[in-house]
């Protein structure tokens, strides 16, 4: 079956604090995409990695890092969490050897920046 | 430009009601691929359906069916007989094949409310 995680249901940091959020993916795909989901905005996309090491900004890239070391994981850094920065985090992965195939996704991880 | 509009942001119905849910896209692409998703309280986006550009053929899944109309640009997704279980948001998402493009267009979601 397949199957997305994310490290955290819910996560409180402070102003200016890093923040990591993790996902792994048990599939073996290619593809993995961080998104945050804010009410009357839905679903924006941050980034993604197309591979190992790579990675292409989304639409809203500012304030975030990623990190792609290993095929199953990909990490969404706040680098120094701010208050807008508080949301709803989404990961989703791609793979089965066709890119319209449907993206999986995690549970979510719902962050307050206090 | 390529977009996925939902006009309804949120409908209420009583259970059994029929509900239909519009998704209205735009692409300039001759092939491309229309998604439905679900998103229920607990948060995890399920996929439900995928249609490509080249299948205009309606589905139908139990209590599910989704109508593909290239005429209009349109993809609407109509629950029967509608079940508390079904309350949830759904978003209704465009992938365009533009190279290695991976990535979906999003329309904003519909909240849907399916009363006692």
């Known amino acids: ?114 | 430009a390529q977009k996925v509009t939902q006009a309804q942001t949120e409908i209420s119905v009583v259970e059994k009601e029929d509900v239909t849910l519009d998704c209205v896209y735009e692409t300039r692409d001759t092939t491309y691929y229309l998604f439905w998703y679900k998103q229920p309280p607990s948060g995890e986006l399920v996929f439900l359906i995928r249609r490509n550009s080249f299948d205009e053929q309606n589905e139908i899944s139990g209590r599910y069916s989704w109508n593909f109309q290239k005429s209009t640009s349109s993809f609407n997704f109509t629950i029967t007989a509608s079940q508390v279980v079904d309350s949830a948001v759904y978003f209704c998402a465009l992938r365009f094949n533009a190279g290695n493009n991976r990535k979906l267009i999003w329309g904003l979601g519909t909240s849907l409310a399916v009363n006692p």
């Not at chain 1, 955290?8 to 990591?20: A, D, I, M, Q």
């Not at chain 1, 941050?46 to 639409?59: A, H, L, N, P, R």
């Not at chain 1, 990623?66 to 120094?80: A, G, Q």
């Open chain 1, 1 to 114: 079956d397949v199957k997305v995680t994310q490290s955290s249901r819910y996560l409180v940091k402070r102003t200016g604090e890093k923040v990591f959020l993790e996902c792994v993916q048990d599939m073996d795909h290619e593809n993995m995409f961080w998104y945050r989901q804010d009410p009357g905005l839905g679903l924006r996309l941050i980034y993604f990695s197309y591979d190992v090491k790579m990675k292409e900004k989304g639409d809203i890239p500012e304030g975030y890092s990623v990190s792609r070391e290993k095929k199953e994981r990909f990490s969404l850094i706040l680098e120094s969490a701010s208050t807008n920065q508080t949301s709803m985090y989404l990961c989703a992965s791609l793979g089965g050897g066709a890119l319209y195939n449907e993206q999986f996704f995690g549970p979510g991880t719902r962050l307050t920046v206090l």
